[in-house]
């Protein structure tokens, strides 16, 4: 089975890229900046040229692919408006499969899309969600809650560089996954003909609360952390009065993803079906957050204590 995967340079995607690698898939990463990709063809990738805003250049890399894995999204620093990746463009990398007549088409979601229609991007993931299926496509939705690595950003390297983290007055928990552990079940559901035209959603093996999360942190570092607190109201407030500045935007993505976790209150650990249809031995074959930082910590982050906060954001590509 070939595989074409989007989105391979990113956070997941790469995760995705070498585990297929290291089980023999021949793959092939549809990209838009070679320079940027080149990590991939020195893994073994074969690299093509496609950009999903330009909906002509998808049909060509599917040439002899047998399977589609799209792990893309669109990134705040992109120079044109959401719906051109992660709607048209993922509209056009649809239909692209399906006159390929791939085996299986995976798709990369998030939890609870439809729960929250007015924020952009999560409206968009379930309406593509509902368009991959009626495509008459074998598809494989996977719904992730989140990933260890968007901690690191937001707890590790703040209590390291003893900068400010926000928090909310709101004690929610926040289950997470490692994306070397959610591109394993991207690649065994290739495998699994159960996985055939089925939503599933994956949650990490615990669940934690964010004075926990910067606990771990200050107990790696030995400092402690700058924390802040602002009610959720204020937050809702600064939401409307700065909707139209460029900087709003922070807060308004932070608004939302507490209004996501809020939706998400009860914690399910990996269920038994999940169990035996992905033939995961329980939580204990996820990585633990815990295990995660400390191998951060000590891998990286010592070596990088003399540097500061802008060379350790050069090392993001480093990141476990």
Request: proline residues 5%.
């Given at each position: 089975?070939?595989?074409?995967?989007?989105?391979?340079?990113?956070?997941?995607?790469?995760?995705?890229?070498?585990?297929?690698?290291?089980?023999?898939?021949?793959?092939?990463?549809?990209?838009?900046?070679?320079?940027?990709?080149?990590?991939?063809?020195?893994?073994?990738?074969?690299?093509?040229?496609?950009?999903?805003?330009?909906?002509?250049?998808?049909?060509?890399?599917?040439?002899?692919?047998?399977?589609?894995?799209?792990?893309?999204?669109?990134?705040?620093?992109?120079?044109?408006?959401?719906?051109?990746?992660?709607?048209?463009?993922?509209?056009?990398?649809?239909?692209?499969?399906?006159?390929?007549?791939?085996?299986?088409?995976?798709?990369?979601?998030?939890?609870?899309?439809?729960?929250?229609?007015?924020?952009?991007?999560?409206?968009?993931?379930?309406?593509?969600?509902?368009?991959?299926?009626?495509?008459?496509?074998?598809?494989?939705?996977?719904?992730?809650?989140?990933?260890?690595?968007?901690?690191i950003e937001q707890y590790a390297i703040p209590t390291l560089e003893n900068l400010p983290i926000w928090l909310t007055n709101e004690k929610l928990g926040v289950s997470c996954i490692d994306t070397q552990d959610a591109a394993k079940f991207c690649l065994r559901a290739?495998?699994?003909?159960?996985?055939?035209?089925?939503?599933?959603?994956?949650?990490?093996?615990?669940?934690?609360?964010?004075?926990?999360?910067?606990?771990?942190?200050?107990?790696?570092?030995?400092?402690?952390?700058?924390?802040?607190?602002?009610?959720?109201?204020?937050?809702?407030?600064?939401?409307?009065?700065?909707?139209?500045?460029?900087?709003?935007?922070?807060?308004?993505?932070?608004?939302?993803?507490?209004?996501?976790?809020?939706?998400?209150?009860?914690?399910?650990?990996?269920?038994?079906?999940?169990?035996?249809?992905?033939?995961?031995?329980?939580?204990?074959?996820?990585?633990?957050?815990?295990?995660?930082?400390?191998?951060?910590?000590?891998?990286?982050?010592?070596?990088?204590?003399?540097?500061?906060?802008?060379?350790?954001?050069?090392?993001?590509?480093?990141?476990?």
């Open positions: 089975m070939s595989l074409l995967i989007v989105g391979g340079t990113g956070t997941l995607g790469r995760q995705i890229v070498l585990r297929a690698l290291t089980k023999g898939y021949p793959v092939r990463c549809l990209v838009r900046n070679f320079r940027k990709a080149t990590f991939l063809k020195e893994w073994g990738a074969e690299l093509i040229y496609g950009d999903l805003s330009i909906p002509e250049t998808i049909p060509p890399c599917f040439q002899g692919i047998t399977a589609v894995i799209d792990a893309s999204t669109s990134r705040p620093s992109d120079s044109y408006p959401l719906e051109i990746v992660d709607w048209y463009g993922k509209i056009a990398l649809i239909e692209a499969a399906k006159i390929a007549k791939v085996q299986r088409f995976i798709f990369c979601s998030i939890q609870n899309p439809e729960r929250f229609p007015t924020i952009p991007l999560m409206r968009i993931k379930h309406a593509i969600e509902i368009h991959l299926q009626h495509k008459a496509i074998p598809y494989t939705v996977f719904r992730f809650t989140g990933f260890y690595q968007a901690l290739l495998q699994l003909p159960d996985t055939k035209n089925k939503t599933f959603c994956i949650q990490g093996p615990g669940c934690f609360f964010a004075f926990e999360i910067i606990a771990l942190c200050e107990s790696f570092t030995g400092q402690l952390a700058k924390v802040y607190t602002i009610p959720v109201f204020l937050l809702e407030l600064l939401t409307e009065c700065l909707g139209f500045f460029e900087w709003g935007q922070n807060i308004s993505d932070r608004l939302a993803f507490i209004k996501l976790v809020s939706a998400n209150k009860e914690y399910n650990p990996l269920r038994h079906d999940l169990n035996k249809i992905f033939k995961i031995q329980g939580c204990w074959e996820l990585s633990l957050l815990d295990n995660y930082l400390a191998l951060y910590y000590v891998r990286l982050v010592k070596r990088l204590t003399g540097l500061n906060f802008e060379d350790l954001q050069k090392q993001k590509n480093l990141i476990i």
